[in-house]
Nanobody, 126 residues
Framework: VQLQASGGGLVQAGGSLRLSCGASGSTVTMQTTGWFRQAPGKEREFVAA????????QYSDSVKGRFTISRNKAKNTVALQMNSLKSEDTAVYYC????????????????????WGQGTLVTVSS
């Protein structure tokens, strides 16, 4: 499975960006997918995750209400819509996935993920 993250860039505080994670070698319906981020000098942290069936999502407290994770079966992608961006959202964002037996499970632990994309940089200027 190969993941390709895209959509990062420079945006002003209060603005929006939409990240996309494309999967090849598998389908998003077979995997639970998550987004993580790593800011300079900090550890990688969980941002959002979505279940195989697309009905269960989970967010970190820091992005809840501002970010939305969604899945597009036809395009085999998972998107992260980021609104009301803050300077503290500046980081490299990674998508990750793992095969999941159960349809309605999400995973927040990065160590549980099998596949990782290369990361896309999001810079929010204040």
């Amino acid at each position: 499975v190969q993941l390709q993250a895209s959509g990062g860039g420079l945006v002003q505080a209060g603005g929006s960006l939409r990240l996309s994670c494309g999967a090849s070698g598998s389908t998003v319906t077979m995997q639970t997918t998550g987004w993580f981020r790593q800011a300079p000098g900090k550890e990688r942290e969980f941002v959002a995750a979505i279940s195989r069936d697309g009905y269960v999502t989970q967010y970190s407290d820091s992005v809840k209400g501002r970010f939305t994770i969604s899945r597009n079966k036809a395009k085999n992608t998972v998107a992260l819509q980021m609104n009301s961006l803050k300077s503290e959202d500046t980081a490299v964002y990674y998508c990750a996935s793992k095969y999941a037996r159960l349809m309605n499970i999400v995973q927040v632990n990065p160590n549980e993920y099998q596949y990782w994309g290369q990361g896309t940089l999001v810079t929010v200027s204040s």
